[in-house]
């Protein structure tokens, strides 16, 4: 199921524990898919081979400051 993501559903991943958002998309790709992911260690995941460098990867907190500021 897509949903459009919204600061209030970012707010609530983060409440359940997720702290990663994950996609396998192409920066080309017009419709974006991510996948609620929790890491341990969020800085070694995102300096991991886990994390190419043409793949997406946000933290939540990211993800809701982004929204926040337009």
């Known amino acids: ?9 970012l707010k609530d991943l983060k409440h359940k524990g997720y ?13 974006q898919h991510f996948v609620p992911t929790t890491v341990n260690d969020l800085w070694a995941f995102q300096n991991s081979e886990n994390c ?3 793949k ?10 982004r929204f926040e500021s337009g």
């Open 52 to 54: 190419v460098s043409l």
């Open 19 to 31: 702290n990663i958002l994950k996609s396998d998309n192409s920066v080309d790709d017009v419709i």
């Open 1 to 9: 199921m897509n949903v459009p993501l919204t600061t209030e559903i």
């Open 56 to 65: 997406k990867k946000y933290s939540i907190e990211e993800a809701c400051c």
